[in-house]
């Protein structure tokens, strides 16, 4: 299958700025800072090393479309058109020590707010996609703590703001659930005018600012948007409870 994944527009570029910032409104910090100038606020940074005090990250709900497609991969996107994203996250425990080997599961809606595997979806609730695996993949940790996913930048349905999910698998008894957000002013210029987002009748009903998940979970599950050549890369630092 094709790869539809739109490259970044030089307009957009130029307009929103957003090299260097993060959701939160705050400096960017590249991934070889040292951990002690790395805020111990998830999404700032990736960290090289523990070392420190990272504040646990807050859980967010897991939401009605999760399964597991059992699909280990990095690339998720199954030719999706949409504005090319790679998500990188990092997991470590509350002293900042990266935890290799754990279970990282994300999944999101499409350009057009439809989730693979399931009936109802769309503005109309007439879509179905069951059977389908479309933006949704699992990776192990490596080293690092790290994993990377290659996607689209997700789309929006009714009464939710952007965002992606994530369940994070320590070992069989142990599992962290959450959401990852982005910057209202970039989902808004890309919704009006990137296709195929901007083909879309109508205009997202809710904000960062006006979603409770949202507002519940804080600064903590806000990513960090940098620019690369053809994808935005989000970033996010996931503290997780160990041992």
Request: charged residues 20%.
């Amino acid at each position: 299958m094709s790869d539809k994944r739109a490259s970044l527009p030089i307009s957009r570029r130029r307009a929103l700025g957003l090299i260097a910032v993060t959701a939160g409104g705050g400096s960017f910090m590249p991934s070889t800072a040292p951990a002690a100038q790395v805020s111990s606020y998830a999404g700032l940074a990736l960290f090289d090393a523990g070392g420190g005090v990272c504040a646990i990250t807050p859980e967010a709900t897991e939401g009605p479309f999760y399964f597991d497609p059992k699909l280990e991969r990095a690339d998720i996107a199954e030719g999706k058109s949409g504005v090319g994203l790679t998500v990188k996250l990092q997991v470590v425990d509350a002293t900042c020590r990266p935890l290799a080997g754990a279970r990282v599961d994300v999944w999101h809606s499409d350009a057009q707010g439809h989730y693979s595997g399931y009936p109802g979806q769309g503005d109309g609730q007439d879509v179905d996609t069951s059977g389908q695996t479309f933006l949704r993949g699992w990776q192990k940790t490596d080293e690092s703590g790290i994993v990377s996913f290659a996607t689209i930048y997700p789309g929006w349905y009714r009464g939710r703001t952007t965002h992606i999910h994530f369940k994070i698998f320590l070992d069989d008894s142990s599992t962290m659930t959450g959401q990852l957000f982005f910057p209202d002013a970039l989902s808004d210029q890309i919704f009006a005018t990137v296709p195929p987002y901007a083909e879309r009748a109508g205009k997202r009903d809710t904000s960062n600012a006006r979603d409770g998940i949202a507002r519940r979970a804080g600064p903590l599950l806000q990513a960090a948007l940098r620019e690369a050549a053809d994808a935005y890369q989000a970033l996010l630092v996931v503290a997780v409870k160990s041992g």
